[in-house]
C-alpha cells in the first residue's frame, strides 16, 4: 500500500502541522474504493465538505460513512410498508370492513406517510453520521434524538493505538468493518462504526501516529 | 358513558377523532424532522443540504395533506 504521509521533519505546533501534513502525495487512482460523490463513503481528501468546528488551515483527509449495505434493512423494510396497502387490497381486507368508502384511502394515506419517515428517518441517520480524518484531529460527529449532537475529537498526536474489525459474513464480502482508536486525550477510544476498508483506515491512521511519533 | 359503538356509525366518528389526533401529534413530529435537519446541515456541509431541506419540506407538507384528508374522508 503506498505511503498517504511524509513528515518533514517533526513539527512543534498544531498550527505547524496544519500547514505541513501530511501531503497528498498519493494519487487517488491508488485507493481503488474512494470516491468523491456525494453518497461516497470513503473519501480521500473530499471536496466541498466541511464541518462547524473546523478551524481555518484545517484540512480534512478522510470523510468516512457506514458502508452502504447498512442502509438495506431500512430500504426493505421502507418498500414492504410501501405494499401494506395493495397487499391489504387483494386480500380483500378493506373490502370485508364495514368502513366507509374512503377509508382504504386513508390507510393507504397513512402507510405512505409512515414508509416516508421511516426513510427519511434511515437516510439521515446515515448519510450525517461522519467520521472525519483531518490534518489536526480525528472527528466523530453523532445525531441523536432528533435536535441533539455530540461532536468528539481528539488530536492526531495523541493516537496511541489502531485496530479494526471485520465481521460476519457481510463484513467480509463487502470488506467492512470496525476501526478502534485509542487516544491519549479526553476521549480515550473512538470507534468508527462499520466502515468500508477498515484496514486502510488503520493504516492511514498508523501513518499518521508513526510520523508523529518519529 | 357513552357507547360509541352501538350508536350506528359513531364509531367511526371515534376512529377519525383518534386518527386527527394522531396526526396532529404527527404534524408536530414532522416539524421536529426539519428542525433536525437544519441542526445536520448546519453542522456538515457535504453538498447535499439542498435536496434533504426539500425533503424534510415535502415531508412535512404530506403530513399535513394527510391530515386534511383525513378529515376530509373519513
Given at each position: 500500500?503506498?505511503?498517504?504521509?511524509?513528515?518533514?521533519?517533526?513539527?512543534e505546533g498544531a498550527s505547524q502541522i496544519s500547514q505541513d501534513l501530511p501531503k497528498e502525495e498519493v494519487s487517488q487512482e491508488e485507493f481503488s474504493n474512494h470516491s468523491r460523490h456525494i453518497f461516497s463513503?470513503?473519501?480521500?481528501?473530499?471536496?466541498?465538505?466541511?464541518?462547524e468546528t473546523q478551524e481555518e488551515g484545517?484540512?480534512?483527509?478522510?470523510m468516512l460513512r457506514r458502508h452502504p449495505i447498512v442502509n438495506v434493512k431500512w430500504i426493505v423494510i421502507t418498500i414492504l410498508l410501501l405494499g401494506v396497502p395493495t397487499l391489504?387490497?387483494?386480500?380483500?381486507?378493506?373490502?370485508?370492513?364495514p368502513s366507509p368508502s374512503g377509508f382504504s384511502l386513508f390507510v393507504t394515506l397513512v402507510t405512505y406517510l409512515v414508509a416516508m419517515t421511516y426513510a427519511i428517518e434511515?437516510?439521515?441517520?446515515?448519510?450525517?453520521?461522519?467520521?472525519?480524518v483531518t490534518t489536526l484531529r480525528i472527528v466523530d460527529i453523532n445525531f441523536y434524538n432528533m435536535i441533539s449532537k455530540k461532536v468528539a475529537d481528539a488530536e492526531v498526536s495523541k493516537i496511541q493505538n489502531t485496530s479494526y474489525t471485520t465481521h460476519g459474513f457481510l463484513g467480509a464480502v463487502f470488506n467492512y468493518g470496525n476501526v478502534f482508536i485509542q487516544t491519549a486525550a479526553k476521549i480515550p477510544e473512538f470507534k468508527f462504526?462499520?466502515?468500508p476498508n477498515p484496514d486502510k483506515v488503520a493504516k492511514i491512521l498508523d501513518d499518521f501516529m508513526v510520523k508523529f511519533q518519529a | 358513558m357513552v357507547n360509541f359503538f352501538a350508536a350506528?356509525?359513531?364509531e367511526w366518528l371515534l376512529i377519525k377523532a383518534f386518527s386527527l389526533v394522531l396526526l396532529g401529534i404527527y404534524l408536530i413530529y414532522a416539524m421536529v424532522?426539519?428542525?433536525q435537519v437544519k441542526l445536520m446541515t448546519d453542522t456538515l456541509h457535504v453538498g447535499f443540504e439542498a435536496p434533504v431541506k426539500f425533503l424534510s419540506y415535502f415531508h412535512l407538507v404530506f403530513a399535513f395533506l394527510v391530515f386534511v384528508a383525513t378529515l376530509v374522508i373519513l
Open positions: 500500500m503506498p505511503d498517504i504521509f511524509i513528515a518533514e521533519n517533526k513539527k463513503a470513503f473519501s480521500l481528501y473530499p471536496r466541498g465538505v466541511s464541518f484545517e484540512k480534512i483527509i478522510l391489504l387490497n387483494d386480500l380483500g381486507i378493506f373490502s370485508s370492513l434511515g437516510f439521515l441517520g446515515w448519510y450525517y453520521d461522519i467520521y472525519f462504526t462499520s466502515i | 350506528g356509525g359513531s424532522i426539519i428542525r
